[in-house]
């Protein structure tokens, strides 16, 4: 041994455990590095968004860019809000009305129905469960035309029927299974000890199962508020008139509306809206962040 130890001092290297603890701090660094770099190529995005929406419209084409507006024109915000005929309060009204409607429908019948999956246990049901999971392999360009047709005929047009009617009907099958992983990984034990308390299968997942599973829910609940939110292509089909649009389609009809012949149209006022659009995703995923992450992460824990 005493060799051994002279001969690792004179060949100069270091012990085991230090080489170990050396790679993986390097491990780190360089971990910590590309997720430093990938956040920035993110960010670069919403920072030009930001200071575009601050600069005067003769500062717009600048170049070399100018990233820190000078100066700093918050009217812009004031500006864009009313320059339509119909104020974005509007717009942000119906687009609230939307996406609070459908989330909420969305998670009750998510959860019921992941429920169901999770713990009844009947005739067909893995087969229908994957049936479900297989409707996720079809694109919507091919249900879209059908779809159109059928809330034609139901005299859905124009209407907030087609974006929120669906939700009813656990229109997310990627959420049914997540909520369906995450209801597996409770024992079996919790729902017999209720049972023998007297309640009853509806109070079961109202009062034991719903709260053991707030993570799930409240990750479902910020992945449908993003979607219901920034939702373009269901109000560009189904919707006609301007007083109905959500914010997102009545950004591209103020973008059509205010660029003028051959002229740009005005970024500064286009950006201040991407921005107030973007604040709440934002906002909501910072708050719910904790739950988000844990509700991800758990979701496979069981298959």
């Avoid at 230090?18 to 960010?43: D, F, M, N, Q």
């Avoid at 100018?66 to 009204?93: C, D, E, K, M």
């Amino acid at each position: 041994m005493q060799a051994t130890r002279s001969t690792s001092g004179a060949t100069g290297m270091a012990p085991w455990p230090a080489r170990t603890s050396v790679r993986h701090a390097l491990g780190r660094l360089v971990s910590y590095a590309l997720v430093t770099l990938g956040a920035l190529i993110v960010l670069v995005p919403f920072a030009w968004m930001l200071g575009t929406s601050l600069k005067a419209r003769e500062r717009l084409f600048l170049f070399p860019p100018q990233w820190i507006p000078n100066p700093v024109v918050w009217h812009n915000y004031v500006a864009a809000w009313n320059a339509l005929p119909v104020s974005f309060t509007r717009f942000l009204a119906n687009t609230l009305f939307i996406t609070v409607l459908a989330m909420a429908a969305e998670l009750l019948t998510v959860s019921l129905v992941a429920y169901g999956f999770a713990r009844f246990r009947f005739r067909g049901r893995d087969a229908l469960f994957i049936i479900l999971l297989a409707t996720m392999m079809l694109p919507s360009v091919i249900t879209m035309i059908p779809v159109f047709v059928i809330w034609k005929h139901l005299h859905g047009l124009d209407t907030y029927d087609p974006l929120t009617i669906g939700a009813w009907f656990a229109w997310g099958p990627a959420y049914v299974f997540m909520l369906r992983q995450f209801f597996m990984t409770i024992p079996y034990e919790m729902e017999e000890a209720a049972r023998l308390d007297g309640a009853n299968t509806l109070q079961i997942f109202a009062l034991v199962m719903l709260p053991l599973i707030k993570p799930a829910l409240l990750a479902i609940g910020v992945l449908s508020f993003q979607g219901n939110w920034n939702n373009f292509n269901g109000p560009l089909i189904y919707l006609n008139t301007l007083d109905r649009f959500p914010m997102v389609l009545a950004l591209q009809f103020f973008q059509k509306t205010l660029a003028t012949g051959a002229e740009a149209p005005p970024w500064n006022y286009m950006m201040a809206l991407a921005t107030i659009i973007a604040i709440p995703i934002l906002a909501l995923f910072f708050m719910a962040q904790r739950y988000f992450i844990e509700g991800i992460t758990m979701t496979g824990m069981k298959g």
